[in-house]
């Protein structure tokens, strides 16, 4: 079964406009975190933001927030004001339980293209 | 800040031959975790170390191997390499402490094509 949903293939987002990249999640273990990473075309995978299951606010790194719906299983990432270089592709990822070296499951990721 | 170093960063080999893989995790962190990223795809979970030992075992052949050294760096081998081994590896680091985030920092990955 697919643990974490991306039903966005692409999205051409304005500059400066903002962004929002739904990501849905399937998990029976109470205990878990998600994550964002960003891979530019150069292919590094960027690590934007985390978000553990028992955190109450949700979480933000600058321009990034992680808008964390724990009853409807979603984990949106938006981005305010994108910039040019916001361009990439987008994954959303999920690790299970609460072991230090538990792997993480992407999403098949999101296509960001900003229009200048 | 230091972050995960791999090398190397493109590595070319032919079918049958084997290749090695390092990762030098970002210092003080002492998990390391390998995936595999093919072309247009997620990247995979292969295998990772917590503290030196393995940990947690995804879709890794049985043609590779890996491990954790003392100084907590890893190596990937793989042999009898397959054109459809090519991929982009990643290597990635957090650091094990109770109650943590865990979250992981990926390396820059090794490109590797089999021809």
């Known amino acids: 079964a697919q643990k974490i949903t991306q039903t966005q293939p692409g999205m051409f987002v304005q500059e400066k406009e903002a962004v929002t990249l739904d990501c849905t999640y399937d998990t029976s273990d109470p205990s878990y975190g998600l994550f964002w990473y960003k891979q530019p075309s150069s292919g590094e995978m960027i690590f934007l933001i985390y978000q553990g299951s028992y955190d109450q606010q949700n979480a933000t790194e600058g321009r990034y927030s992680l808008n964390f719906q724990k009853a409807r299983k979603s984990a949106n990432l938006v981005i305010s004001a994108s910039q040019l270089g916001d361009s990439a592709m987008y994954f959303c990822a999920m690790r299970e339980g609460r072991s230090s070296a538990s792997k993480i499951i992407f999403g098949s990721g999101t296509r960001l293209s900003i229009r200048p | 800040a230091a972050g995960v170093i791999q090398s190397p960063r493109h590595l070319i080999k032919e079918k049958r031959e084997t290749a090695t893989l390092k990762c030098y995790p970002i210092p003080r962190h002492d998990t390391v975790y390998w995936y595999q990223q093919g072309p247009g795809q997620d990247p995979q979970f292969l295998i990772s170390f917590y503290e030196k030992m393995q940990s947690d075992k995804g879709s890794i052949p049985d043609r590779f191997s890996a491990q954790q050294f003392s100084d907590y760096h890893s190596e990937l081998n793989m042999s009898s390499l397959e054109l459809g081994d090519s991929a982009l590896y990643f290597c990635?680091?957090?650091?094990?402490?109770?109650?943590?985030?865990?979250?992981?920092?990926f390396g820059p990955g090794t490109r590797l094509t089999v021809t």
């Open positions: 990635a680091s957090s650091l094990g402490v109770a109650g943590g985030t865990y979250e992981q920092y």
